[in-house]
């Protein structure tokens, strides 16, 4: 009983490797079943794995107007509060999310799953009112749910203190403005799952505040995204069942 319950937990996850190694981009060759009497052990190999993660929740809330709801937009902005006289109502902040499931499974059922790296993407289109170049834009961590369809700013989520990365506006449009998340995504993965929201902290105090404008998944093209690599240990192990030995990966 005990080596039956040992062979359908190595199978379980070797079906794991399977579903987690299917549905990414990667150059395995996944071995078919071969008769054999002998089980011929392999040492493992490390493999990255580059997951791309498309965002499933995209907005952007206005200080403003705080109960209003700007979820469907084709577009999100970021602004400074600070305007003329340092009036402070001025504030847009993007907010975005990702389901990172398949992360916390893979760390969860592969206990030697290592990430490697994590960058947030948001691709950079249009400016408005003054030109942005230089600007230093910072990403925070969400520490509680939302959803797109509802968020305002009276009922944004908190957010974590201190500034997971910096970003500066590039001197033209047209290009991905890139933000490292490994650090939440290494030490925090589970309290990552609710996103990260993008504001601009740089003390404006004029008129034409100026505004930067990423794409949303609504535009259907340059969608905010979150790209992974993760370093995983390959068994390369053959287990046996009635004489039929099983290579799990190759």
Not at 23 to 41: C, G, M, N, R, Y
Not at 106 to 128: E, G, N, P
Not at 201 to 213: E, K, L, Q, R, S
Request: net charge positive; proline share 4%; charged share 20%.
């Amino acid at each position: 009983m005990k080596k039956m319950k040992n062979v359908t937990k190595k199978r379980t996850k070797a079906a794991f490797l399977l579903l987690i190694l299917t549905s990414v981009t990667l150059s395995i060759t996944i071995a078919v079943p071969i008769k054999s009497q002998a089980i011929t052990p392999i040492e493992p190999t490390t493999k990255i794995i580059k997951i791309k993660y498309a965002v499933t929740d995209d907005a952007y809330i206005n200080k403003g107007h705080p109960n209003t709801n700007r979820g469907s937009r084709n577009y999100m902005v970021v602004r400074n509060t600070y305007g003329y006289g340092g009036s402070s109502h001025w504030a847009w902040e993007s907010l975005v999310k990702f389901d990172l499931t398949q992360i916390v499974l893979m760390k969860h059922h592969l206990k030697d799953a290592k990430i490697v790296s994590a960058t947030l993407k948001l691709y950079y289109y249009r400016w408005k009112d003054n030109y942005p170049a230089g600007r230093e834009l910072s990403l925070y961590r969400l520490t509680n749910d939302w959803s797109e369809k509802t968020v305002t700013w009276n009922t944004k989520p908190s957010s974590a203190s201190e500034a997971t990365d910096i970003a500066v506006v590039p001197n033209s449009t047209g290009v991905w403005i890139k933000f490292n998340v490994t650090k939440d995504l290494k030490e925090n993965l589970e309290n990552s799952l609710f996103g990260w929201k993008i504001t601009d902290n740089n003390y404006w105090g004029n008129t034409n505040i100026p505004i930067v404008f990423f794409r949303t998944k609504e535009y259907g093209s340059y969608i905010p995204t979150l790209e992974v690599k993760v370093q995983v240990t390959l068994p390369h192990q053959k287990f046996q069942d009635d004489g039929q030995a099983i290579a799990v990966l190759r």
